[in-house]
């Protein structure tokens, strides 16, 4: 029998909270499902649970480790001070203090963040990637350095697709400059600028260290989007109910692959992983072509860990209930090898 650990899941909340507060209410809610599940399947694992929520200050979670003393961190906190640029930093504290912690190391998570570095790595070693270019805030010069219309204008170290909208693909330069504005002034985010890819909206879950497991693929499907539209997984896409329904947006196991194709997918995810410096779990999403080229989009490392969302199901396809999903994500933070 595998030995019962004591576990510190770590949240991050949008204002200060006393160490004594109450999360009863909150992981109630839709929006902490995630801290839910994770909290009752450790329970039903048999570990000792605490948790702790941060928002600006670490010397709480510094006197937490001392007093509790965690065999693992179970890392559910991806922002700081309500900055999502800061994760990379709250794993960078753990690994100084020689603390385990479950899914990405601060390396994978900084270059998986940086939508133009893990493009330019990933590109480097010949995976397909759209093209791209870079537009910092302050440049002056906003233009489309030769790419082809229609591109997608995102913001450059966003997550869950904050940011973008249907406004977001561009047709020419006038609304390229208006939409990279948007992105600098509004989401306060330097701007990638990439060719939009025709495809298959596809997501693909793979777990390890070393050791690689890919999970059967997922697909955002467009069910009522007529052939001929573009089909982009926008903000409203992924989180509005009402505009999925409306539209027909579904989540569901990729149909009708070859199995030679899925064996060149799950190959090329593996090697992302990899190149990208991920360890513990994570959500990569690509672009499926009629021809059955694959393209990267992005890495999502510690993507979304609700039971009912497309990491767990794959999982669960691939033969992990949720509660040893659980599990052996942490396992995987005490067998990580760190700096």
């Known amino acids: 029998m595998k030995k019962k650990l004591k576990v510190l899941a770590l949240f991050d909340v949008e204002s200060p909270l006393p160490l004594d507060h109450d999360f009863a209410l909150e992981l109630q809610s839709p929006d902490w499902k995630t801290e839910a599940h994770v909290l009752a399947a450790l329970a039903e694992r048999g570990h000792t649970v605490q948790h702790l929520a941060l928002f600006d200050d670490l010397d709480l979670l510094r006197q937490k480790l001392q007093v509790f003393e965690p065999d693992v961190i179970f890392n559910l906190a991806d922002q700081f001070k309500k900055n999502r640029a800061f994760d990379q930093n709250i794993v960078s504290f753990l690994e100084m203090h020689d603390v385990p912690f479950t899914g990405c190391g601060s390396v994978g998570l900084t270059l998986c963040k940086h939508k133009g570095i893990s493009k330019k790595i990933l590109g480097y070693h010949r995976i397909h990637v759209p093209g791209f270019t870079l537009i910092p805030r302050g440049q002056r010069r906003i233009s489309s350095r030769g790419l082809r219309y229609p591109l997608l204008v995102k913001p450059l170290k966003e997550e869950a697709s904050l940011g973008i909208s249907q406004a977001s693909l561009v ?22 600028v990439e060719e939009y890819i025709e495809g298959r909206e596809i997501y693909v879950s793979v777990l390890g260290n070393q050791r690689l497991q890919v999970f059967p693929i997922r697909e955002l499907v467009f069910t009522n989007v007529p052939p001929d539209a ?72 510690n993507p979304m860990l609700a039971a009912d969302e497309d990491f767990s199901q794959s999982a669960l396809k691939g033969g992990l209930e949720f509660p040893a999903l659980v599990d052996r994500i942490i396992r995987l933070g005490v067998q990580a090898v760190r700096g």
């Open 171 to 192: 047709s020419d330069d006038e609304q390229l400059r208006e939409r990279v504005q948007f992105v600098h002034e509004k989401i306060a985010n330097d701007a990638i």
């Open 230 to 301: 573009p089909k982009i997984a926008t903000y409203a896409a992924k989180w509005d109910e009402e505009y999925r329904q409306r539209w027909g947006l579904q989540n569901q196991f990729a149909e009708g692959l070859d199995p030679a194709l899925v064996r060149k997918i799950n190959e090329t995810c593996r090697r992302i992983y990899r190149l990208l410096a991920i360890d513990g779990y994570a959500r990569l999403d690509l672009r499926l072509t009629a021809t059955g080229e694959v393209y990267f989009i992005e890495a999502n490392p």
